[in-house]
């Protein structure tokens, strides 16, 4: 293959299926013959183009039996912004110093021929575990920290929060143009992917609490609102009538139901999760109409 873009050829081989039927193979492309092969598969099917990569950056493209069907980069971080920074609780001082070790997932597509089952996630989890080493032997600097944008209006952001990327707000909606921004109107949502635990105490920074509560995820409001309803759930007529419970004991049973719910908190792997096993706690008691409520609880004759 020529390294001229003009020249690649790139075949359109149809591929479906689930994932574990396929062996994806990643490759780091930067600098190589394969590079114009990604510029072309991003400026043709991503929405961004591939241009205004910034800074350092590395591009790679995943084969399956010699067949492109995914390619993605790496490339310099934000310079600014806030919910990111309040989520690492640095100063000013200290992001200027350790910006550059962080990194922003810039582009990622999976070429619009190939629908295969969790490739997307699969492809995300593997070029993450092997960009640190990569990023290192490259540039000579250990990354803390990944992040990336996701446009509300064009993705739900589901492979990377199947990948355990964290939201942790929204963008101001605005740009860089030359040396100052300018306002376009379309935040997009922040996710950040921690690469290594220590992160602030290479920093040297604490996260502020208040940090924490500014601007929760929407799963987070979602999970608040189950533990407020739970209270006001439709009881099985059985288990009220067996146990004589009135409204009081309700409330009470209720919240001693959500602080049982938290104590497993840290079994979860994600927010989802947590609001999922309070959402089956109040199911088992509810008057919901499934025929499981039958079988969950049946009064004694």
């Known amino acids: 293959m020529e390294d001229s873009q003009e020249e690649v050829i790139i075949e359109k081989k149809p591929l479906s299926g689930s994932i574990d039927t396929f062996s994806a193979t990643i490759r780091l492309i930067s600098d190589s013959k394969w590079e114009p092969l990604w510029n072309k598969l991003i400026r043709d099917y991503h929405y961004l183009g591939s241009e205004k990569l910034l800074g350092h950056r590395l591009k790679y493209l995943v084969f399956i039996n010699e067949n492109p069907v995914a390619a993605l980069s790496f490339s310099a971080p934000a310079l600014k912004l806030r919910y990111r920074d309040d989520f690492i609780g640095w100063s000013e001082a200290q992001r200027k110093k350790f910006l550059s070790l962080l990194v922003c997932?810039?582009?990622f597509l999976i070429v619009p021929w190939v629908t295969i089952k969790?490739?997307?996630?699969h492809v995300l989890s593997q070029s993450l575990r092997r960009l640190k080493t990569d990023w290192?032997?490259?540039?000579?600097?250990?990354?803390?920290?990944?992040?990336?944008?996701?446009?509300?209006?064009?993705?739900?952001?589901?492979?990377?929060?199947?990948?355990?990327?964290?939201?942790?707000g929204k963008t101001s909606g605005s740009g860089?143009?030359?040396?100052g921004y300018y306002y376009h109107g379309k935040p997009k949502e922040i996710y950040l992917y921690v690469l290594d635990p220590k992160f602030r105490d290479i920093i040297g920074c604490e996260q502020e609490r208040s940090a924490l509560h500014q601007r929760p995820p929407l799963s987070q409001h979602k999970m608040e609102e189950l533990k407020m309803l739970l209270p006001h759930t439709q009881w099985h007529p059985g288990l009220v009538s067996e146990l004589c419970l009135t409204q009081e004991d309700i409330r009470g049973m209720s919240d001693e139901l959500v602080q049982f719910h938290e104590q497993f908190f840290h079994c979860y792997g994600r927010i989802e999760?947590?609001?999922?096993?309070?959402?089956?706690?109040?199911?088992?008691?509810?008057?919901?109409?499934?025929?499981?409520?039958?079988?969950?609880?049946?009064?004694r004759p």
């Open 118 to 121: 969790n490739l997307a996630s």
């Open 105 to 107: 997932n810039s582009r």
């Open 176 to 179: 860089k143009k030359g040396s």
């Open 273 to 299: 999760h947590q609001r999922l096993g309070i959402s089956y706690l109040s199911g088992l008691i509810s008057n919901a109409q499934a025929i499981t409520t039958k079988k969950i609880y049946s009064p």
């Open 136 to 168: 290192q032997q490259r540039f000579g600097k250990k990354l803390l920290m990944a992040e990336t944008f996701v446009d509300p209006e064009r993705f739900k952001g589901t492979i990377y929060k199947a990948a355990n990327w964290i939201c942790v």
